[in-house]
């Protein structure tokens, strides 16, 4: 099992930055793929960025690609998210997922294949 503790939302204006972090903790994490998922007021979750276990590969959403990085310390059971540009329309609580499954090849975008979730972390961009 691997349990997630999300941190650095926060209260940006629109242009400015921010760096999320996951802090996992249990066995497998090094051999997770993990994804960061993003959730607006009504809306339902949305894939933003991944990174398969080996950091190796990533993936990002339209959305956010050429803005937001995706990294991962698995020295330090840590997967980050940095967000530039931030824009008003980024605003959601935003969470990190494990991969159900071991080592997968490929990235999954559907949050039914994220088994294990953070309690997720604000982000609000004023505009």
């Known amino acids: 099992q691997v349990q997630l503790v999300e941190s650095g939302g926060g209260l940006v204006q629109a242009g400015g930055s921010l760096r999320l972090s996951c802090a996992a903790s249990?066995?497998?994490?090094?051999?997770?793929?993990m994804g960061w998922f993003r959730q607006a007021p009504g809306k339902e979750h949305e894939f933003v960025a991944g990174i398969t276990w080996s950091g190796g590969r990533t993936y990002y959403a339209d959305s956010v690609k050429g803005r937001f990085t995706i990294s991962r310390d698995n020295a330090m059971n840590t997967v980050y998210l940095q967000m530039n540009s931030l824009k008003f329309e980024d605003t959601a609580v935003y969470y990190c997922?494990?991969?159900?499954?071991?080592?997968?090849?490929?990235?999954?975008?559907?949050?039914?294949?994220?088994?294990?979730w953070g309690q997720g972390t604000q982000v609000t961009v004023s505009s």
């Open positions: 249990g066995r497998t994490f090094s051999s997770s793929n």
């Open positions: 997922a494990a991969d159900r499954y071991p080592r997968r090849e490929y990235l999954r975008y559907s949050k039914y294949e994220y088994a294990y």
